[in-house]
T-cell receptor
């Protein structure tokens, strides 16, 4: 099976612009989560989608948003970019089944640089 | 809310020596615990996980971890370090009550010297 794929792998934007990142989960996985990784704050949870619905959201401003499509692919959008949004954005997918949380499989990430 | 603390942001071991990376968790409910590894310019790879059952968990690449509820710990070990083990290691916790969200520790950078 193909792993989690993220596009693009690298992005350079300027302050004030907006950006959209894409994530394709492992085939059959219905839950997609997004994380932001920075040297200062480490790995922080952004949000999770399941069946096209946001199920959980981390502590990020409203400039960060996402969505999930019927084929489980997900996008996240950041509007009005700030320098502090420079980070590695990681997408992870999970096979939803009975019971509680199980492992997430991560993509390679999108490296966003805001100038 | 659940959280993890990784003791030691940098750990250095000699090739062939024991690797011990420490992780303590805080959770109001029985946790799910994970160790992930990240190599430069890559995503996270799952090493092992604890959900329920056996408290000694074996993972990939010779790593294992033991869930100790009394000590609220989930330390990662490997009997003999290899140069290829040099990477960033993250401990993470989920309680299952917040979907699949993972709370990560700050990470431990493992350096392996010849």
């Amino acid at each position: 099976k193909a792993g989690v794929t993220q596009t693009p792998r690298y992005l350079i934007k300027t302050r004030g612009q907006q950006v959209t990142l894409s994530c394709s989960p492992i085939s059959g996985h219905r839950s997609v989560s997004w994380y932001q990784q920075t040297p200062g704050q480490g790995l922080q949870f952004l949000f999770e989608y399941f069946s096209e619905t946001q199920r959980n959201k981390g502590n990020f401003p409203g400039r960060f948003s996402g969505r999930q499509f019927s084929n489980s692919r997900s996008e996240m959008n950041v509007s009005t970019l700030e320098l502090g949004d420079s980070a590695l954005y990681l997408c992870a997918s999970s096979l939803v089944g009975g019971g509680r949380s199980i492992e997430q499989f991560f993509g390679p990430g999108t490296r966003l640089t805001v100038l | 809310a659940q959280s993890v603390t990784q003791l030691g942001s940098h750990v250095s071991v000699s090739e062939g020596a024991l690797v011990l990376l420490r992780c303590n968790y805080s959770s109001s409910v029985p946790p799910y615990l994970f160790w992930y590894v990240q190599y430069p310019n890559q995503g996270l790879q799952l090493l092992l996980k604890y959900t329920t059952g056996a408290t000694l968990v074996k993972g990939i690449n010779g790593f294992e971890a033991e869930f100790k509820k009394s000590e609220t710990s989930f330390h990662l070990t490997k009997p003999s370090a290899h140069m290829s083990d040099a990477a960033e290691y993250f401990c993470a916790v989920s309680d299952g009550n917040s979907g699949y969200a993972l709370n990560f520790g700050k990470g431990t950078s493992l350096l392996v010297t010849p």
